[in-house]
């Protein structure tokens, strides 16, 4: 009998781990959320005009948004992990469990997806004292939630089983997540970048990812929403899939 109780359980202790924190995982995306829309919206704002047909400010609540989503959800599972490994817990916590291995990426996702909605949340309606607006396709806002938040979770847990220390969860964090965040369209169109560096935009997967919230908020997008939610999904599918195996393997689980 699958034990679905211990991976309710997992999936309790990695939300109760980052809810302890609330400064961290509040506060913080709070602030830097109101100083990016001061900074961006409010000097910038009114000298960039319009952007994808829509106020610069409006434009840019999705992108904000979808960037707080995409950090915390990353840095929950990947951090979770490392910590376990620095506290010499790994063992104990995933190999010597007794749950399936698509549970324990399951649990591990499943926190992530919280976390990263409580601070999509948190930016979306902070967001409401600068812009007011409406969701404009609000199932599919919600499935272009749970897909980034999930997506980003599971690269955190890959994440977190390669590194040995938090250097190297920040390694890839700053030169690896972070240039493709904002080469996604999180500040802008790809249509301002220079010539050449558009076509480089198209082939990073966080855009499609991005662009499919930012439709799916404010009705407007730079690709065509098919295209968006199938690069979108698939890449999802293919990490699930991937991490599962991993666990499976006991890929740099053991010390």
Same mark, same amino acid.
């Given at each position: 009998?699958?034990n679905?109780y211990g991976c309710?359980a997992?999936f309790?202790r990695e939300? @109760?781990?980052?809810?302890? #924190?609330?400064?961290?995982? &509040?506060g913080?995306?709070? &602030?830097s959320a109101m100083l990016?829309f001061?900074?961006?919206?409010g000097?910038?704002?009114s000298?960039i005009?319009m952007?994808? $047909?829509?106020?610069?400010?409006l434009?840019?609540i999705? $992108?904000?948004?979808?960037?707080?989503m995409i950090?915390?959800?990353?840095q929950?599972a990947?951090?979770?992990?490392?910590q376990?490994?620095y506290?010499?817990?790994?063992d104990?916590?995933l190999?010597?469990?007794p749950l399936t291995?698509?549970q324990?990426?399951?649990?591990?996702?499943g926190?992530?997806v #919280? @976390?990263?909605?409580?601070v999509?949340g948190v930016?979306?309606?902070?967001s @409401?004292?600068?812009?007011?607006?409406?969701?404009a396709?609000?199932?599919?806002f919600v499935?272009?939630?749970?897909?980034i938040?999930?997506?980003?979770?599971?690269?955190g847990l890959?994440?977190?089983?390669?590194a040995?220390s938090?250097?190297?969860?920040s390694?890839v964090?700053?030169?690896?997540?972070?240039?493709m965040v904002y080469?996604?369209? &999180?500040?802008?169109?790809?249509?301002?970048l220079?010539?050449g560096w558009?076509?480089v935009?198209?082939l990073?997967?966080v855009?499609?990812?991005?662009?499919l919230?930012?439709?799916a908020?404010i /009705?407007?997008?730079q690709?065509?929403v098919?295209?968006?939610a199938?690069a979108?999904v698939?890449l999802?599918l293919?990490l699930?899939?991937?991490? #599962?195996r991993?666990v /499976?393997?006991?890929? @740099?689980?053991k010390?």
């Amino acid at each position: 009998m699958i034990n679905w109780y211990g991976c309710f359980a997992l999936f309790k202790r990695e939300c @109760r781990r980052f809810l302890r #924190v609330w400064g961290q995982t &509040v506060g913080a995306p709070l &602030v830097s959320a109101m100083l990016y829309f001061i900074v961006f919206g409010g000097a910038l704002g009114s000298k960039i005009g319009m952007t994808g $047909g829509v106020p610069y400010t409006l434009y840019l609540i999705p $992108g904000l948004a979808a960037m707080g989503m995409i950090q915390h959800a990353y840095q929950n599972a990947s951090s979770s992990l490392v910590q376990m490994r620095y506290v010499g817990m790994m063992d104990a916590d995933l190999l010597a469990l007794p749950l399936t291995p698509l549970q324990i990426v399951l649990a591990f996702m499943g926190a992530s997806v #919280v @976390r990263g909605l409580l601070v999509g949340g948190v930016i979306l309606t902070v967001s @409401r004292l600068f812009f007011d607006y409406s969701i404009a396709h609000p199932l599919l806002f919600v499935a272009a939630s749970l897909v980034i938040t999930a997506l980003f979770g599971l690269i955190g847990l890959i994440s977190g089983m390669w590194a040995r220390s938090f250097d190297q969860i920040s390694v890839v964090s700053h030169f690896i997540l972070t240039p493709m965040v904002y080469f996604g369209g &999180v500040f802008f169109s790809i249509s301002m970048l220079p010539s050449g560096w558009d076509t480089v935009a198209l082939l990073n997967p966080v855009f499609y990812v991005v662009d499919l919230f930012r439709y799916a908020l404010i /009705d407007t997008g730079q690709s065509t929403v098919h295209l968006s939610a199938s690069a979108a999904v698939g890449l999802l599918l293919g990490l699930f899939f991937l991490a #599962v195996r991993l666990v /499976d393997q006991g890929w @740099r689980i053991k010390n």
